[in-house]
């Protein structure tokens, strides 16, 4: 199992900047891909950035450029660097791991955008 906690997220204006942080323990040997989904109220869940341990990255349309996904493998941990915040951010932001064919997902933290 792969136990995934986030942390900072939060109320921020239009404009703003936000960094989270998702930290992995457990069985966090073979972790391949780590990432970033959000969903906002009354819709799916979508994919914003994603990352191979190798640092390989994908980021959604919608948020190059202002979105970026890093990681620190020495820490488990990976993050998004978040500029240039919109309120079409609002949303609560899910950290995701797969580990061979399984998907582990963290509790979610919210990011609300101001106007």
């Known amino acids: 199992q792969v136990q995934l906690v986030e942390s900072g997220g939060g109320l921020v204006q239009a404009g703003g900047s936000l960094r989270l942080s998702c930290a992995a323990s457990?069985?966090?040997?073979?972790?391949?891909?780590m990432g970033w989904y959000r969903q906002a109220p009354g819709k799916q869940r979508e994919l914003v950035a994603t990352?191979?341990?190798?640092?390989?990255?994908n980021h959604a349309d919608s948020v190059k450029g202002r979105f970026t996904c890093s990681r620190d493998n020495a820490k488990n941990t990976v993050y998004l660097q978040m500029n240039k915040l919109k309120p079409e951010d609002t949303a609560v932001y899910y950290c995701?791991?797969?580990?061979?064919?399984?998907?582990?997902w963290g509790q979610g933290t919210q990011v609300i955008v101001s106007s």
């Open positions: 990352i191979t341990s190798g640092g390989i990255t």
């Open positions: 995701t791991a797969l580990k061979g064919s399984s998907y582990y």
């Open positions: 457990g069985s966090i040997f073979s972790i391949n891909t």
